[in-house]
């Protein structure tokens, strides 16, 4: 089906031929000052057949926020798509791809291990209460288990 050039990158991408579980790289912006802005989409699902519920999805999202600093100071953010398959992971600085993957690889690991949520309750979070430890933790393992097909993005064309 051909649909005419969208702006928003993510939009332009066939989600029929991806295979998650992936990490790749989204877009590349280099700012007015001369600085880089890297943005990466960190598939967890299957599009159109597979989602995180939303207490997964929001935990992942304060787990990698937060623990993924500790591993380096060049994350801008990491943000939930609403299609709740994956999140974008913008990142300061033009990286290494290998590298990427070792900061995802560090800072799942982080989450598998954690034993809370960071900044899970009504003082910090808007909806302190829709959170899951355990979901976000298997959410996590299971990317961390299929680390192989994480540079495949889209299935090989049929013969």
């Known amino acids: 089906m051909n649909q005419p050039r969208m702006n928003v990158e993510s939009f332009n991408l066939d ?11 989204a877009d590349r912006k280099v700012l007015p ?16 057949t597979a989602h995180l519920e939303m207490p997964a999805v929001h935990s992942l999202e304060h787990m990698v926020a937060e623990h993924s ?12 798509m ?4 994956g999140f974008y992971l913008i990142l300061e600085g033009d990286w290494e791809y290998g590298d990427v993957l070792d900061l995802v690889r560090a800072t799942l690991e982080d989450v ?8 899970a309750n009504e003082t910090q979070c808007g909806w302190g209460a829709n959170h899951s430890l ?12 299929a680390r192989d097909e994480w540079s495949t993005v889209t299935a090989p064309a049929a013969p």
């Open 15 to 25: 989600h029929r031929t991806v295979v998650a579980p992936y990490v790749r790289l």
């Open 33 to 48: 000052a001369g600085d880089v802005i890297s943005k990466y989409d960190v598939r967890f699902t299957q599009p159109n």
């Open 69 to 80: 600093r500790n591993h380096t100071d060049r994350v801008i953010d990491f943000s939930p």
């Open 82 to 85: 609403g299609c709740q398959t």
């Open 112 to 119: 598998a291990a954690a034993g809370e949520v960071p900044a």
């Open 134 to 145: 355990a979901d976000a933790q298997a959410a996590a393992r299971a990317f961390l288990a």
